[in-house]
C-alpha cells in the first residue's frame, strides 16, 4: 500500500525536538513522533490518522541511553535483549515481542507508546468506510463505538504493549519532555483509561526514557504472555511479577492486553497479604487478579478465554519467581 505523503524531520538533539514541535504547533500544523516506526508507519499505510509531518528521533543520541538505570526511547528491543546492562525481567519481555527482524527495528519508546488496537479501527481505511466509522475513527461523524455500542463517550481500544507491565513491577518512570519542559511520570501513571487518549502525553511531549530505581536489580521477575501465534502476535493477555526474593511486602504484579491500560495490581495484592497473613498463596491470588480484569471482544480471541487465561498466566509468573515448578 502506498504511504500518504509527509513531511519527516530529522531534530538532532532534544531541545531541536522540542522547538521544531513549538513551532509546528504554533502553525496549527499536527505531527506525529516516530522511533522505530514498526507501528506508526504501517498505520500510515493503512490511513489510520496519517499526519502531515513526522518527527524522528533517530538522530538525537540521548535517545539510545542504556544502562542498568536508564533505558533510551530509541534502544531497540534486539539491543535490549542482548544486552548485559538490561534487567533479566526486560530481556525476557523484549524478547517475546513480535519477531526477531521486527525487534532489530522496534523500540522501547515506540513499544511504550504503542496505540491500543480493535477489530474496528485497525483496518484498512476502505474497509472502515464500507461498515462505516466508529468512535476512535469517527471522520467528524460522531460515531458510536462499535464494541460497546450506543455510546460514544469512551473508546475501548486494547493496549497491547509487552515491556509496560515488566517496567511497572520493577517500579519503573519515564522522563517526558517537550516545549514546556520536562517531568518524570511513574509507568504506572502514565497510561490513561481511554483507548483514543492512551497516556498522559500532551501535544509536543514525547518519552525520552525510562528510569529504574536502585532496588530494581534486587528484584526477581517474570512475564507469561498468552498470543495466538508464539513467533509474531501482539500478546492478547499479558502477566508480569517481580519481586526481592523472601520478601512478600515487594511483590508486584501487572497486567497488558486486557483494558485499555495495562493495570498494576497493588490493591488485590495488600488485600490478599493482608488475609494471609503476610503470606502468598499462589491460586488465590491468581483468582483475585483474574477477577479484576475485564476484557472486551475486540480482539483475535474472544474476551472470555482471554480472562480465563489470566488465571493460568499468573499462577506461572507467580512460580516463576518463586522458583516453583
Known sequence: MLMPPFELHHPSTVEEACALAATLMEQGQSFDWVA???????????RINPKPHVISLASISDAFTLSPSEIGCMVTLDTLVASEHAHPLLRQAAAKVAS????KSATVGGNLCLDTRCFWYNQSEDWR???????????????????IPNQNTLCVATYQGDLAPNFMVLNASVLIVGPNGERTVDVSSFYQLDGM????????????????????????????KLR???????????IAASWIPGKTDTLQIASTALESIPK????QISQHLEENK???????????????????????LPPRYRR???????????KGIMKED
Not at 495466538?228 to 499479558?238: K, N, Q
Not at 480465563?308 to 507467580?318: F, P, Q
Open 36 to 46: 522505530g516506526g514498526t507501528d506508526v508507519l504501517p498505520n500510515y499505510k493503512w
Open 100 to 103: 526477531s527482524l521486527i525487534r
Open 129 to 147: 468506510r464500507s461498515i462505516d466509522w466508529c468512535h476512535k475513527a469517527d471522520c467528524g461523524t460522531g460515531a458510536d463505538c462499535r464494541v
Open 197 to 224: 487518549k492512551k497516556n498522559v502525553l500532551e501535544e509536543g511531549e514525547f518519552l525520552l526514557k525510562v528510569m529504574l530505581p536502585k532496588d530494581a536489580t534486587q528484584r526477581e521477575g517474570c512475564y507469561q
Open 228 to 238: 495466538v501465534r508464539e513467533s509474531w502476535d501482539f500478546p492478547e493477555a499479558g
Open 264 to 267: 498494576e495490581h497493588s490493591e
Open 278 to 300: 503476610g503470606l502468598i498463596d499462589v491460586k488465590t491470588m491468581a483468582v483475585s487478579i483474574q477477577k479484576s480484569v475485564k476484557p472486551v471482544n475486540n480482539t483475535a
Open 308 to 318: 480465563s487465561m489470566v488465571k493460568t498466566l499468573t499462577k506461572r509468573a507467580l
